[in-house]
């Protein structure tokens, strides 16, 4: 079983940058997510990176603005935020697709680990 744990999570202005991560212990040869949930709203795909690093996918709200990277001899996500937005606001959650699912994930039920989540929250 992978244990993820997120940090970086916290209150920024609107167009400040913030850098998210995501430690993994165990195996992490896996398929990594990001997803985001807003007060009184759905858990919703943000971005996704293949094992290797090399496939990438975006929700449409973050293309251009974040970027998804990892280090799998460190066992590390990463998410950079730019130009933060308001709505932006939401609990970020990393996730990983330890049951084979391959490619870029846009589907929570695609994850069977996840982390416990980081808060960020931006200001106008």
């Known amino acids: 079983q992978v244990q993820l744990v997120e940090s970086g999570g916290e209150l920024v202005q609107a167009g400040d940058s913030l850098r998210l991560s995501c430690a993994a212990s165990g195996f992490t040869y896996y398929t990594m997510g990001w997803f985001r949930q807003a007060p009184g709203k759905e858990r919703e795909f943000v971005a996704s990176?293949?094992?290797?690093?090399?496939?990438?996918g975006y929700a449409d709200s973050v293309k251009g603005r974040f970027t998804i990277s990892r280090d799998n001899t460190k066992n590390t996500v990463w998410l950079q935020m730019n130009s933060l937005k308001p709505e932006d606001t939401a609990v970020y959650y990393c996730?990983?697709?330890?049951?084979?699912?391959?490619?870029?994930?846009?589907?929570?039920?695609?994850?069977?680990?996840w982390g416990q989540g980081t808060q960020v929250t931006v200001s106008s």
């Open positions: 990176i293949t094992t290797g690093g090399i496939g990438r």
């Open positions: 996730a990983a697709a330890t049951s084979g699912a391959v490619g870029i994930r846009r589907s929570s039920t695609d994850y069977d680990s």
